[in-house]
């Protein structure tokens, strides 16, 4: 069983920085891939980013150069920095590990 809880999300001006963080419950983090993923109104959930156990990183086309995932295996964390953030970027922002564990959601809202 894993627990994610998920943080830093937040109202961001175009052009702005956020780092998100997905803190992991349970021994095991260390081998799950994790991802990143988010959900606008009105849309389906989307992959945003992913990490493998051995750090291989796969990026959604949108958010290629502006995003970056990253994993602190030491401290059950997962991040993801954001930078030069859109308005198209706002979104509920979870993460998950593997394929049947998810957080419950962080608010990023992108906007004047």
């Known amino acids: 069983q894993v627990q994610l809880v998920e943080s830093g999300g937040g109202l961001v001006q175009p052009g702005g920085s956020l780092r998100l963080s997905c803190a992991a419950s349970?021994?095991?983090?260390?081998?799950?891939?994790m991802g990143w993923y988010r959900q606008a109104p009105g849309n389906q959930r989307e992959l945003v980013a992913m990490?493998?156990?051995?750090?291989?990183?796969n990026y959604a086309d949108s958010v290629k150069g502006r995003f970056t995932i990253s994993r602190d295996n030491a401290k059950n964390t997962l991040y993801l920095q954001m930078n030069s953030l859109k308005p198209e970027d706002t979104a509920v922002y979870y993460c998950?590990?593997?394929?049947?564990?998810w957080g419950q959601g962080t608010l990023v809202t992108v906007s004047e």
């Open positions: 998950r590990a593997g394929f049947q564990y």
């Open positions: 990490i493998t156990s051995s750090g291989s990183t």
């Open positions: 349970g021994s095991a983090f260390s081998i799950y891939t």
